[in-house]
């Protein structure tokens, strides 16, 4: 069983910056991928960035200029560097962890884009 910890929601002004983190109680080296997926109200959740055991990253369309996906090897966690964000950004963020098949999920973290 792998636990993952997600923080660094919260509200912020169009055009800021946020940075999330998922920490994981496993490597996160010898995994498929990990990866942030959001969901907005009403919507259905959607992939926004995923990075695998070799470093590949890849992105949402929309937040391909705006977001960075990175790791800290050492420390066993995930980021996500959101940059001019927008309303549109709004929803809850979840981590995602796949091992071996097996997709492991943070609790979420509200993200908040308003003036």
């Known amino acids: 069983q792998v636990q993952l910890v997600e923080s660094g929601g919260g509200l912020v002004q169009p055009g800021g910056s946020l940075r999330l983190s998922c920490a994981s109680s496993?490597?996160?080296?010898?995994?498929?991928?990990m990866g942030w997926y959001r969901q907005a109200l009403g919507k259905e959740r959607e992939l926004v960035a995923t990075?695998?055991?070799?470093?590949?990253?890849d992105y949402l369309d929309s937040v391909k200029a705006r977001f960075t996906i990175s790791r800290d090897i050492v420390k066993k966690t995930m980021y996500l560097q959101m940059n001019s964000l927008e309303p549109e950004d709004t929803a809850v963020y979840y981590c995602?962890?796949?091992?071996?098949?097996?997709?492991?999920w943070g609790q979420g973290t509200q993200v908040t884009v308003s003036s």
């Open positions: 990075i695998t055991g070799y470093g590949i990253t």
């Open positions: 496993g490597s996160i080296v010898t995994i498929d991928r």
């Open positions: 995602l962890y796949r091992r071996s098949g097996v997709d492991y």
